[in-house]
């Protein structure tokens, strides 16, 4: 690796390689979050049917909340996470044995896609822990994953609100998370704003383009949390080695 590669394994803002705040997460999320819910909304958002011989690349799987229901439907699941307790609190949460879901302790700027391109990758609120310029490269090697006319899913936190309200906006963003999941949740959303890389809709929207994605569905839900349904249109030739 470069000496100037981004390290995506040095956690930035709330440190999910910690045991501790891994057993936390989901106690913390399913306050205002139903992973269920979240995944058929995200099949319907998405048009998928009949997925029984799709595979799926789930990156920052976290716990499981997308992966564990996607091996349900999808022929191959691989559960792409940088944090190793993450994904050992997501294997604890499997009820039987499933032969057709792969975890990987990997990252966007690591995870190399072994076989055929995949027909769907997934990423849910994790592309927003790499800066600008690495979710572009991060973006550029999903392309590599994807087949020629596949899809990828962003569910994450990109800022579609002007640039000069950003004071009010995100105080209000702030105030009714902690109405919903109390004071520690809030420090959290603050840690996030202060610390990691969200970006503003304007510059998701180029980057995706620049990386051979066209978004056909874009759907905003409170100036913050933003869906994405892209679909690659042009194979991209990301050179990683000089």
Request: proline letters at 2%.
């Amino acid at each position: 690796m470069n000496k100037w590669q981004f390290d995506e394994f040095k956690h930035r803002g709330v440190d999910y390689s910690k045991a501790k705040q891994a057993e936390i997460y989901d106690e913390e999320h399913q306050k205002f979050r139903d992973y269920e819910q979240e995944f058929r909304g995200m099949m319907d958002f998405l048009g998928l049917h009949n997925t029984e011989n799709m595979t799926i690349v789930d990156l920052g799987c976290g716990t499981g909340a997308t992966s564990i229901f996607a091996a349900d439907l999808f022929k191959t699941v691989y559960a792409v996470d940088v944090s190793e307790v993450m994904i050992e609190k997501a294997k604890r949460k499997l009820d039987k044995n499933v032969h057709n879901l792969k975890f990987v302790n990997a990252g966007f700027l690591s995870y190399e896609q072994e076989g055929e391109p995949v027909d769907l990758v997934v990423t849910k609120t994790a592309l927003h822990h790499l800066p600008d310029f690495w979710k572009q490269i991060a973006l550029l090697r999903i392309n590599r994953m994807v087949k020629m006319g596949g899809l990828l899913y962003i569910h994450d936190i990109v800022f579609q609100f002007d640039p000069q309200e950003y004071v009010s906006k995100i105080n209000s963003w702030i105030s009714r998370f902690e109405e919903v999941a109390g004071e520690e949740f809030r420090l959290e959303v603050e840690i996030h704003i202060r610390d990691e890389y969200s970006t503003f809709g304007w510059i998701m929207n180029g980057m995706l383009e620049k990386a051979g994605f066209a978004v056909e569905k874009c759907r905003p839900y409170d100036d913050f949390m933003t869906e994405y349904a892209c679909r690659k249109v042009i194979e991209m030739n990301c050179k990683e080695t000089a």
